[in-house]
């Protein structure tokens, strides 16, 4: 393009709220035929909110685990002198403010979305929060800490497999909630503080765990979302979803804003978010990601064009090509039109 028409075309997208980074970019733009977006706080506006507490309440559910892994080898810390296995049939909480108040207590230093919400929820609740120590983050699987003497876990069925909690008996109520679109959560426990000097290589010990119940976070989708996605596909650009969230629940979101299942990427960990856009990206596929997150830097940086959305992190605007000053999906539609060159400059 010539400097002059570069010159417009970088006037008309900062008018609309699109900043390009240079002249290069506002000429790839118009070659994207893939957008990748990221779920929450880009389809999403990213504020949970705690929707659901369901306690398991009775010893059926508070499962005793002999370090025994679901995948068949042996939890690293099993030869332990004292006799392992304490706590097998345990009565679990008996009601869901108590399974609400172990959650936000292993929750309070988590500054991830679903943690917030969860601690919100229980002050909502007028539940008094003790405090927790040897608060440990899992990405992309969620939390541990203790708890009155007891490791609280909080996260995905991946986390409470990995501490010899078996997650199968939530399987129903995981399922329900994921279906409707939450982000359902696990909260086990293991009785007992001395978990950090039994912890093998991987993370799990060889105490029994019991499974207490099901938290689970909401998030809404943005007004724009929708339009945005069908004026994607109408200008025949694939649109595609990226995001560490279960299958199911990612699915579900994606169905409400007109993405097909199986342009579904789920289960993303924070890390692999980059080489799944250049899995998306090695049939030749000129991918746009966007995205808001910390988590979603190295995606942006990979992709064709990175889009940074609305009130990004630095680390996301930097990695990116494009920034969207708006919260608005819609102007991912306008970054393309600016490029092309079939959006007009408001007079
Ligand atoms: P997203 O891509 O939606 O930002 P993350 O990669 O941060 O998701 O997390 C993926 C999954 O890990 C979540 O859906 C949740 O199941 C679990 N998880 C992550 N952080 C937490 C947390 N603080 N508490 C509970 N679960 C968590
Ligand atoms: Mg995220």
């Known amino acids: 393009a010539t400097p002059a028409a570069t010159m417009v075309g970088t006037t008309i997208g900062a008018q609309n709220g699109v900043l390009f980074k240079g002249g290069d970019v506002l000429e790839r733009a118009k070659d994207v035929d893939t957008v990748v977006f990221d779920k929450t706080g880009t389809l999403t506006k990213g504020k949970m909110s705690l929707t659901d507490v369901v306690a398991f309440g009775d010893d059926a559910s508070a499962l005793a685990d002999g370090g025994e892994r679901t995948d068949g080898s042996r939890a690293s810390s099993d030869a332990r002198s004292d006799g392992g296995a304490v706590a097998t049939h345990e009565r679990a909480a008996t009601d869901e403010d108590e399974l609400l108040r172990l959650a936000a207590a292993a ?53 409470l497999r990995d501490n010899d909690i078996d997650p199968s008996p939530a399987t129903e109520t995981m399922e329900r909630l994921e279906t409707e679109g939450k982000t359902a959560m696990l909260v086990g426990r293991k009785r007992g503080s001395e978990r950090s000097e ?150």
């Not at 929820?121 to 699987?141: L, Q």
């Not at 200008?235 to 595609?240: A, I, K, L």
């Not at 920034?323 to 079939?342: C, F, H, I, Q």
């Open 198 to 347: 039994n912890r093998g290589a991987g993370g799990g010990t060889s105490r029994a765990g019991e499974l207490l119940g099901v938290v689970a976070d909401a998030d809404t989708v943005k007004e724009s979302a929708k339009e945005a996605v069908a004026a994607l596909r109408e200008r025949g650009t694939e649109v595609m979803m990226l995001t560490g969230d279960n299958e199911r629940t990612a699915r579900a979101v994606a169905e409400s804003v007109g993405i097909d299942p199986e342009n579904v990427r789920a289960e993303v960990l924070p890390a692999d978010k980059s080489d799944a856009v250049e899995a998306i990206q090695r049939d030749g596929s000129r991918a746009m990601m966007v995205g808001d997150g910390v988590n979603d830097a190295p995606a942006l940086a990979v992709a064709y064009v990175g889009c940074a959305i609305g009130s990004g992190t630095d680390v996301a605007i930097e990695a990116a090509d494009v920034t969207l000053m708006r919260d608005d999906p819609l102007d991912v539609v306008k970054a393309v039109r600016v490029s092309e060159g079939t959006l007009q400059k408001i007079k």
């Open 107 to 159: 929750e309070s230093g988590s500054e991830h979305p679903l943690a917030r919400a969860i601690v919100d929820g229980a002050e909502e609740r007028g539940i008094d929060v003790p405090d927790a120590t040897g608060f440990e983050n899992v990405p992309g699987h969620g939390v541990r800490a203790t708890v009155e003497g007891d490791e609280v876990l909080v996260g995905n069925r991946k986390l």
